[in-house]
């Protein structure tokens, strides 16, 4: 079937499908999401569990063991890895890739909930976690402040998250770094001495009437007693009139022998950004949005927001900054790469059949991206590397089509008529030529795991742009040649553009005498290309092998860790220290400081 003739002769047809597609390819650019990095489906979980005062030993025998004997009974697992210390530990789940996560996840938590009873009664805390890539922060912001305390900025930081979480498309907020409140109970010695209560009085006398308080303990003199109740005390005075004994026939309460108020808890975990104090609040995206749909209302909401008096924001990272570099890139990119074609296009074929081919390369672009965005990809670093890969295969097509239909035109034939025949004559060379591009690109789409998961989006962008761009070769160049290449009377001779006829004057000189050379020492020829390929091979081990390129974001993470059973005073003197030498690096904008736990992913 002659697809061209089919394209040429029925162009109102032509006309609407090529507006209909570029009008769906523009529609899917815009509304296409935005990402830093591909949203996968990884099948993996962690079992967190934390054993306060247990030993690495006694974790592995009376925890690990049990609960690694309970996750070895699911199916389709690939591998488990455990890590433990001093009262914690993690079990990391991997199952084999391709699984369901949510149903691995569910079964994951139903056996850790049937082992509960298996492990002992001490156990803090038993926690199951899904592993997503979802999940990571994109925006990071810090509440700083060398005058206001923790609990000024954790009002501000509240009443940010509750305006940030009302955006489209945000999924999670958190507040971190911040020292929750606890109630402490100051006992006097002296006075319980007298009135014979002890400390075991006490303690019954809260959990009897359910107390509840949050990480409270019982402080006498230097020792810290910490105590579990659960219950609705709701006020200060309520745990002060709790009845702890009885003296001389009176009744006595908490407050006749101890202080009851409210304290921020031990440090656990200490914030700071560029050495003054913080709280970080970090903002989650959900999954098939665009990251500058939901970026762009949070600044509006930060430039508006009224901070409390000495608070001040800074923005840790934003990950649609780099985004925003990624598009803006590939767009100044696809500019530069219709501006050097065209030119060159103009230099060798003529200004009409640059027009042509220069319009195939943002339309082959749209319907590819058309394509890419209903197989439920996301515009992000992978599919944007490959329209830059495809960027300099898409125009390859049409520029042959346009220069075989200038060619028939040359020999007398009417525009039509030479569209129809210079592209009927391509038609088999072109879909060959295209195809096996193709399938150059189908083994990085068929890779395993989830190496292949993250890298699929550019193979698939490639090979939905290069299918368009053959399409477009077939169909809209030739009905376009047809209707605005001239026709040329037979017997004349049209004048070659500058660089044809350079281009002539090479293969007919240099590149001819090369050939005859190379035809007859063709022994010596093949020989050479042998040693070059041989040399070629010989220095990979001197260019080195990675399977991404380096990050070009100019920021990067310090990870200082001490031996097990270092306090949270030792990690910070070090950070302290690092943060001394990075104030003398002029090239430092900012940093950001967590000790006792880790940045999120982002």
Not at 70 to 92: C, F, Y
Not at 160 to 186: F, M, N, S, T, W
Not at 387 to 399: K, P, Q, R
Request: proline residues 5%.
């Amino acid at each position: 079937m002659n697809i061209s003739k089919l394209a040429i002769s029925n162009y109102p047809f032509t006309l609407t499908a090529f507006a209909l597609l570029l009008f769906l390819g523009i529609t899917s650019f815009l509304s296409m999401p935005r990402r830093e990095d591909p949203a996968l489906k990884i099948p993996n979980s962690f079992v967190v569990a934390v054993y306060p005062g247990a030993s690495p030993k006694d974790i592995e025998s009376q925890v690990v063991d049990p609960l690694e004997e309970a996750i070895n009974e699911l199916d389709e697992i690939k591998e488990v890895n455990t890590t433990i210390r001093d009262g914690v530990a993690v079990i990391e789940v991997e199952f084999v890739f391709g699984e369901d996560p949510d149903d691995k996840y569910d079964e994951l938590q139903r056996q850790i909930t049937n082992t509960r009873d298996e492990l002992p009664d001490g156990l803090y805390q038993l926690d199951v976690r899904k592993v997503s890539t979802s999940t990571v922060t994109i925006m990071q912001l810090a509440l700083v402040s060398e005058a206001v305390e923790y609990a000024g900025l954790k009002r501000d930081a509240e009443r940010l998250k509750r305006e940030v979480e009302r955006v489209d498309g945000v999924r999670k907020v958190e507040i971190e770094a911040y020292p929750e409140q606890e109630v402490r109970i100051a006992l006097n010695p002296v006075l319980m001495q007298e009135m014979g209560i002890s400390i075991g009085d006490v303690e019954q006398a809260v959990q009897s009437n359910n107390a509840n308080i949050p990480g409270g303990a019982i402080k006498v003199s230097n020792k810290l007693f910490n105590i579990k109740t659960s219950g609705s005390y709701e006020a200060l005075e309520e745990i002060r009139n709790t009845v702890v004994g009885v003296f001389q026939g009176n009744i006595i309460y908490l407050k006749n022998i101890a202080r009851v108020f409210f304290a921020y808890e031990d440090d656990r975990w200490i914030a700071r950004f560029n050495q003054q104090p913080c709280l970080y609040v970090n903002i989650q995206q959900k999954d098939d949005t665009n990251i500058f749909d939901v970026t762009h209302p949070i600044h509006g909401i930060l430039d508006r927001f009224p901070f409390s008096e000495g608070v001040e924001l800074a923005v840790v990272f934003d990950q649609s900054e780099g985004v925003r570099e990624r598009v803006n890139g590939f767009l100044l990119n696809l500019v530069q790469g219709i501006v050097l074609v065209g030119l060159i296009i103009f230099l060798g074929l003529g200004v009409r059949s640059a027009s042509i081919v220069m319009l195939a390369i943002p339309a082959s672009i749209l319907i590819g991206l058309l394509l890419v965005d209903q197989g439920g990809f996301a515009l992000q670093q992978m599919s944007i590397a490959g329209l830059v890969v495809a960027l300099g295969l898409l125009v390859d097509n049409s520029i042959a089509i346009t220069e075989n239909i200038e060619r028939y035109i040359a020999q007398g034939l009417s525009p039509r008529a030479a569209a129809i025949e210079g592209a009927e004559q391509l038609k088999a060379p072109i879909i060959s030529a295209t195809l096996t591009t193709v399938l150059a690109f189908v083994p990085i789409m068929l890779m395993p795991d989830t190496t292949g998961a993250f890298i699929k989006a550019l193979p698939i962008t490639v090979v939905a742009t290069l299918l368009a761009s053959l399409v477009l070769a077939l169909t809209l160049t030739p009905f376009l040649a047809s209707r605005f290449l001239k026709k040329q009377e037979p017997g004349t001779v049209a004048k070659r553009p500058w660089l044809l006829r350079q281009m002539r004057r090479f293969i007919e000189g240099p590149y001819r005498r090369g050939l005859d050379w190379a035809f007859r020492h063709k022994y010596l020829v093949i020989g050479l290309a042998a040693a070059s390929l041989l040399a070629a091979l010989a220095l990979f081990p001197l260019v080195g092998v990675a399977f991404f390129p380096k990050a070009e974001t100019p920021q990067f993470r310090i990870t200082v860790t001490l031996p097990n059973g270092s306090n949270l005073e030792a990690p910070d003197e070090v950070m302290q220290y690092v943060e001394g030498v990075l104030n003398t690096r002029q090239e430092v904008k900012a940093y950001a400081v967590k000790v006792g736990r880790g940045h999120p992913g982002t």
